[in-house]
């Protein structure tokens, strides 16, 4: 069980490997920048594994570009980037909730759309400098082992939060996005009314159970956790995949944040032409469904749908009988206010 002293010291690590990382990432593209290359950053893992399988290693046969890849997607680094001139990047897949300050801030350059088609893209996702390439669930997962009957499992937030009614460890994501939004709905705030967020009831909301919780951070984590034994039930993203991959797991949409990842080109790349033809070949349908072999997150080509496996296709975020039962994280309100939620967030999860 984490207690305040043992974060602190998590928390204390993760930052400095993450300051390692910035430290020693630039020197290491620079090193293999040449023509005909584009540097792309990710989060790594199995996503981006997917993503190269999918979409950078066809496009590279395509069209001879080569893409370089690194981690670590942070404004604070593409902020460095743009205001020094010196831009590393060329294109990132960037969270919702990153975007509206990479628009607000002047990071991200508007999109050709004389090069990329978005007819067959959802229209929400279409932006002026964006365009979304995955919807991303963070839903409710369990292990089948800890709940052998379907009936018993926990399948609401309301269900994660009744520990004596429904027990069984639980995890939890240490970040305030998602979380507050999932504690508000086990206090009783329907899905539709949750902006803007009433932090302080949704910290108290957590108060309850903060005791009871096993804390994760990186979104890889609660697969291994739920394997072992360690935690029963998590919210998770990546909880579809294992489940099709044939973890014994179960996963309930209700009340599950959707969110989406978009296509953006940092302002100032001197490739931004072929960062634009990149983007055009990854939305492609063929493309995005191929993505699905790796990772389960959702196509946003609306001819996308009946290229994705039968085994896949029932359970991905782009289905709209599992939309229906979450809402839409909004990066409208995160943008402006993630900073300062999260120092709330931070100042609660040490006391």
Request: hydrophobic fraction near 45%.
């Amino acid at each position: 069980m984490s207690t305040p002293e043992t974060s602190r010291r998590r928390l204390l690590t993760v930052a400095a490997k993450a300051t390692a990382a910035a430290i020693a990432a630039p020197y290491a593209i620079t090193a293999s920048r040449a023509a005909g290359q584009l540097v792309f950053s990710g989060f790594g893992g199995a996503y981006q594994e997917g993503q190269t399988k999918a979409l950078f290693e066809p496009f590279e046969r395509a069209t001879g570009i080569k893409i370089v890849q690194t981690t670590g997607v942070d404004l604070a680094k593409l902020r460095t980037q743009v205001q020094s001139g010196r831009v590393e990047w060329d294109f990132v897949a960037l969270p919702d909730r990153l975007r509206y300050t990479a628009v607000r801030d002047g990071l991200v350059m508007p999109l050709d759309y004389s090069v990329i088609d978005k007819s067959r893209i959802v229209p929400a996702l279409v932006t002026e400098h964006a365009i979304g390439c995955v919807t991303i669930p963070m839903l409710m997962a369990y292990s089948t082992k800890a709940y052998p009957d379907p009936a018993k499992a926990p399948k609401t937030w309301a269900d994660f939060w009744a520990i004596d009614r429904v027990p069984g460890q639980r995890g939890m994501y240490n970040g305030a996005v998602y979380t507050l939004e999932f504690a508000l709905i086990a206090d009783g705030v329907p899905k539709d009314s949750l902006y803007p967020l009433d932090v302080d009831r949704a910290l108290r909301s957590l108060d309850k159970i903060k005791s009871k919780l096993i804390w994760w951070s990186q979104m890889a984590q609660p697969g291994p956790m739920l394997a072992s034994g360690e935690i029963a039930v998590t919210p998770s993203v990546r909880a579809i995949t294992a489940m099709i991959g044939g973890e014994p797991l179960g996963v309930s949409y209700e009340g599950a944040a959707l969110t989406y990842e978009a296509w953006v080109v940092p302002k100032g790349t001197k490739n931004a032409g072929d960062a634009m033809k990149f983007i055009q070949f990854a939305l492609q349908a063929k493309q995005q469904a191929a993505l699905t072999e790796y990772i389960a997150y959702g196509p946003t080509n609306l001819d996308a749908a009946p290229m994705v496996s039968a085994k896949a296709r029932p359970h991905l975020s782009s289905n709209p009988a599992n939309a229906a039962k979450g809402f839409l994280l909004s990066g409208d309100y995160w943008g402006p206010n993630l900073e300062k939620v999260t120092e709330r967030w931070n100042e609660w999860r040490l006391k």
